[in-house]
């Protein structure tokens, strides 16, 4: 018979590490109030969630290795808003953050979530930070749940 693992969406005594950008503060919180929103409602205690604030996006990725790689931590949840300027500064960001993150998870084999906006304008920013395209933060919050419990049973 064939065999499914999936991870449930639910969380027990799991500690969360959160790490969030302050540049573009006024979407980051939001992604951050989602991501808590979440975390709560899928059965974790506010004593287990530990919220790591760094200057912008470009700095998650470190962060978020030293976390992961203390091993402290069931996931770590990373979130921030790059929003394109006149510039191509933006890319260069982009592409360190979305790499440092996949690397940060691959070299501590914990759970490391991609919950930063890549956007064009602010619109697009606050869209999906709980407007009308949803919430990042909840996103990456749900991911992170999933993962805890997918690699609990496949370790
Ligand atoms: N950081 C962001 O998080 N979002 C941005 O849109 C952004 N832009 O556009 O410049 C940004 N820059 C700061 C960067 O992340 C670093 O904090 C800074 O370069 C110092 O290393």
Redesign the pocket.
Known sequence: MTQHIEGKLILNDEAIAIVV?R??DLV?NRLLDGALDTLRRHGADDSKITVVKV?????IPLAAERIATSKKFAAVICL??????QTT??QY?NQQVAAGIARASQISGVPVLFGVLTCQNMEQAIDRAGGKAGNKGNEAALAAIEMVNVLRQIS
Request: aromatic letters at 12%; a negative charge.
């Open positions: 950008s540049f573009n980051t200057p912008g996006a470009f700095e921030g808003a790059v929003i394109a300027g500064h933006d960001i």
